[in-house]
């Protein structure tokens, strides 16, 4: 049809638990959009962004326990929450808003095609998904050396 769209998973979850040179996809028990794409037959393609929780500093859940429960409940009761950051000012030499002024490198994985399906079965759901999850690996195991030399740890793909 000529047509594309965008869906970036992750979400709320995912927002709490960005940091600065690591990556953790909350990713392992969200299907919906794989399903969506089975009965709609479009292509998935799979796309990872390198740096882009570089670009601010956030409070950690564990030096910071009762800020993260809080937010953690917020999310329970509203599914969102507002992740508490920082960066630099607009002089770049005080605290703010503003991001920090790191590069953000964006790559672009080998589709994975999908054949169409108005009612897909578990089996077909969980093998497309298992597919993503691999190119997704692959993505990162070729360019983290290139666009993530500083990373604290690998690629996580948690929950």
Same mark, same amino acid.
């Given at each position: 049809?000529g047509?594309a769209i965008?869906?970036?998973?992750?979400?709320a979850?995912?927002s709490l638990?960005?940091?600065?040179?690591? *990556?953790k996809?909350?990713l392992?028990r969200?299907k919906g959009f794989?399903?969506?794409?089975i009965?709609?037959?479009a292509d998935? =393609?799979p796309?990872? @962004?390198?740096?882009?929780?570089?670009?601010?500093?956030q409070f950690? @859940?564990?030096?910071?326990?009762?800020?993260?429960?809080?937010?953690?409940i =917020?999310?329970?009761? #509203?599914g969102?929450?507002?992740? *508490?950051?920082h @960066?630099?000012?607009?002089?770049? /030499?005080?605290?703010?808003?503003?991001?920090?002024?790191? @590069?953000?490198?964006?790559?672009?994985?080998?589709?994975?095609?999908v054949?169409?399906?108005? /009612?897909?079965d &578990?089996?077909?759901?969980?093998?497309?998904?298992?597919? /993503?999850?691999q190119? #997704? &690996?692959?993505i990162?195991?070729?360019w983290k050396?290139?666009?993530?030399?500083?990373?604290?740890q690998?690629?996580q793909?948690?929950?």
């Open positions: 049809m047509r965008t869906i970036v998973v992750g979400g979850r995912e638990d960005a940091q600065p040179y690591q *990556l996809l909350v392992k969200r794989v399903k969506m794409a009965r709609t037959g998935l =393609v796309v990872l @962004a390198f740096g882009e929780n570089d670009l601010y500093d950690q @859940a564990d030096s910071h326990p009762k800020i993260h429960k809080f937010q953690l =917020v999310k329970k009761l #509203l969102f929450t507002i992740p *508490l950051f @960066a630099r000012g607009v002089f770049n /030499y005080d605290v703010g808003l503003m991001p920090y002024r790191r @590069a953000i490198n964006i790559v672009v994985g080998k589709p994975i095609r054949v169409q399906s108005s /009612y897909p &578990q089996e077909e759901i969980d093998h497309v998904h298992e597919l /993503y999850l190119e #997704l &690996q692959r990162w195991d070729t050396d290139d666009f993530s030399p500083n990373r604290k690998e690629l793909i948690v929950e």
